[in-house]
């Protein structure tokens, strides 16, 4: 799941939670609201670990301390 489904299902939910005061008999749309945010928090969460996790792999430094070799063979 990426940044912006999460912010969506925290949007969402957050509309169903606050916003929304339908009432049916088998389905309390609060907690329906509830768990997409918990699951957009999460969801958000787990992405940010996953691309800074991603950024640290991706940088390199090469370090040439012999003088005789340019830098990239």
Do not use: E, K, P, Q
């Amino acid at each position: 799941m990426g940044i912006g489904t999460s912010i969506v299902l925290i949007a969402v939910g957050a509309i169903l939670r606050f916003a929304v005061t339908l009432h049916t008999a088998h389905v309390n749309w609060h907690i329906v609201g509830d768990i997409l945010m918990i699951a957009g928090a999460i969801g958000l969460v787990l992405s940010l670990i996953w691309m800074a996790m991603a950024s640290r792999r991706d940088s390199s430094t090469v370090v040439d301390r012999r003088g005789d070799r340019t830098a990239g063979y």
